[in-house]
């Protein structure tokens, strides 16, 4: 068996007694317009919302919502993918390229899968980000470099397709963005020297229908960006599913860090590191693109798409994309029907000191020197390396016509880097050790740290008048949280060291319902109903770089107020509204 994993041979699924009957396929229009009941992708619908429509469980109400279910998924490290529910049949990832299919109203098991990973893989980020449904298959990106068909009744695998080389860096925790018969991913490994890609394969075969380097070869628009060989390890890498257009058929696309870290190895402006993109899904043409920031030198990967809702600005609506950025903006786009992307405002969400300035008219910042690190330059920049927000999503509302952001303040790193020597394949490529990663926080100037420190929030911002709404500020914790929002005007998140997952009143933003679990909450919550009854489901699981940042943040704080270590292992949570038990517990006395 070892043998053949080592070869990408995948081991037969531990089908359970109880597989799916009736199983309703995934269609294009069914994407395009989820039933209200169903969760079928990462964010729920095309336009990176996280919102549903559903309104059973509302602030009056939440009093009442109760654990109606668990799981243990049997692995540690971080569990962020959201529970994928497609007419009472759950499909869950988990680290470890694992996923389990349960009945969504029981929690009864219907099959497992779980791919045999090399060994001698290196994961440094060891997690997935969710699976894709369409037609009768589920689709799993791996952190071998593949993407895998299962069958969605009974999780035996139907193809395998790998997309690019593990051993040299390429890795996969994406969810598959999935349209018009084509699935779409795009690699990791801005930490180990790639060039970056976004490649789709047909639904059915799994056959290569094109592949779009995120960095551009010789010849290609913007490859003057790039000096001598710097585009061939440029990184850009892809890791969160993009957004799709389906009037327009293109997919939205965000890119991650310029490899390796430190700017002057890689002098010019690095397209399209740090960007949006806009895909042609026939033939993943690039139509448009927007550069968040040039020639990157802080890991601000902004690999979150931009999300696709409407803005009003001057009386007028514009289609939008919007993005809250690693790097402490947030980003208000326009989206022409070409595919082109146009610039309409940015705005610090957090405490930024590295841009002076943005261009009215393109947004391209201006920095400020003294905060751009660089080999043998150890400065210090806010918001830190992992920045305004990482990956955890932020959510919008139609009904508030708000957008809720994870965000993380009051921080800030030093980083400088070590002089590069050549690159080995599968190796990290940052110029930047690892003890000096982790050990890079700090504060803001003028924090005090001998008190309480505002670090995680939730942020509401009314895209209506570009203005911020409120703030719930976590002390002495980041937070790590996915977010969603429904139909009830709550938002749902976790994130926090204290192992709490929450509920806020979407329009005033008070906590309206807590309750801890068995670990920290990064997974990506997601909500759907069976047989007339809403139930809420995310999965418990810290590890990966919310325990990274937690941990340097611990160094950082007097030691009386530490968060002890997190205790890891993942289980998903499932919760509907119970019987009222405070009145029953009045009735009983
Ligand atoms: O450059 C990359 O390819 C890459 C990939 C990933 C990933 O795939 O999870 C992360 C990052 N970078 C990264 O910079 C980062 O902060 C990060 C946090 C996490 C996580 O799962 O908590 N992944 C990643
Ligand atoms: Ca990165």
């Not at 509302?58 to 692995?75: D, E, Q, V």
């Not at 801005?190 to 010789?218: C, L, N």
């Amino acid at each position: 068996m070892l043998a053949l994993a080592c070869l990408g041979v995948t081991v037969a699924p531990h089908a359970g007694s109880a597989q799916v009957k009736d199983y309703k396929p995934v269609t294009d229009e069914r994407l395009a317009n989820p039933e209200p009941e169903n969760w079928l992708q990462y964010r729920g619908n095309y336009k990176g919302w996280g919102y549903s429509p559903l309104d059973q469980i509302t602030s009056a109400n939440i009093g009442r919502l109760t654990p109606m279910w668990s799981y243990s998924t049997g692995k540690l490290e971080g569990h962020q993918a959201p529970p994928i529910v497609n007419n009472g049949v759950m499909f869950v990832s988990t680290p470890g390229n694992q996923v389990v299919a349960l009945d969504a109203k029981t929690g009864d098991q219907l099959w497992t899968y779980k791919r045999e990973l090399p060994e001698e893989l290196v994961q440094l980020h060891p997690t997935n980000r969710g699976v894709g449904l369409y037609g009768d298959k589920v689709y799993l990106a791996t952190l071998d470099a593949c993407v895998v068909a299962l069958s969605a009744k009974t999780g035996e695998q139907v193809w395998e397709k790998c997309i690019a080389d593990w051993s040299d860096g390429y890795y996969m925790t994406l969810s598959p963005l999935i349209a018009k018969g084509k699935v779409m991913v795009g690699v990791s490994g801005g930490e180990f020297g790639i060039r970056g890609f976004i490649t789709a394969v047909d639904a059915e075969t799994g056959q290569e229908a094109w592949k779009t380097y995120t960095v551009p070869g010789p010849g290609e628009p913007g490859f003057e960006t790039w000096k001598g060989d710097a585009w061939k390890t440029g990184g850009a890498p892809v890791w969160i599913q993009g957004n799709y257009d389906p009037k327009n058929n293109v997919a939205y696309f965000g890119t991650g860090n310029g490899g390796p870290w430190m700017p002057d190895t890689r002098p010019g402006d690095n397209l399209y590191a740090t960007s949006a993109l806009a895909l042609d899904v026939d033939t993943g043409a690039i139509k448009g693109h927007h550069q968040y920031h040039w020639n990157d030198a802080w890991d601000w990967d902004e690999v979150s798409a931009p999300i696709l809702v409407d803005v009003e600005r001057g009386g007028k609506t514009i289609p939008a994309l919007v993005h809250a950025g690693r790097n402490g903006y947030l980003w208000t786009l326009e989206r022409h029907e070409d595919g082109k992307i146009g610039f309409i405002e940015g705005k610090p969400y957090v405490n930024q000191n590295v841009f002076t300035g943005l261009d009215p008219k393109t947004g391209r910042p201006s920095y400020d020197p003294t905060k751009v690190p660089g080999t043998n330059k150890k400065l210090a920049f806010c918001p830190g390396l992992w920045g305004g927000k990482d990956w955890p999503p932020e959510a919008y509302n139609p009904k508030t016509g708000m957008l809720y952001i994870p965000a993380n303040d009051n921080l800030c790193s030093e980083l400088g880097g070590v002089p590069i020597t050549g690159r080995a394949p599968g190796e990290m490529y940052v110029g930047v050790t690892i003890d000096e990663i982790l050990s890079s926080l700090r504060f803001r100037d003028g924090v005090d740290a001998s008190k309480p420190v505002d670090i995680g929030e939730v942020q509401a911002w009314d895209l209506k008048t570009g203005k911020k709404a409120w703030t719930h500020t976590f002390q002495d914790s980041a937070n790590w949280g996915p977010l969603l929002t429904t139909g009830g005007d709550l938002v749902f998140g976790g994130g926090t060291s204290d192992r709490k997952f929450r509920a806020f009143d979407a329009k005033s933003g008070k906590v309206v319902w807590e309750t801890r679990l068995n670990s920290g909450v990064t997974g990506v919550p997601s909500t759907y109903m069976v047989d007339g009854v809403q139930y809420i489901a995310v999965q418990a699981g810290w590890g990966v770089d919310a325990e990274r940042m937690m941990g340097g943040i611990s160094t950082l704080l007097p030691e009386n107020r530490r968060p002890p270590k997190m205790t890891q292992g993942g289980v998903i949570w499932v919760f509907a509204l119970g019987k009222d038990q405070t009145k029953q517990q009045a009735a009983a006395q």
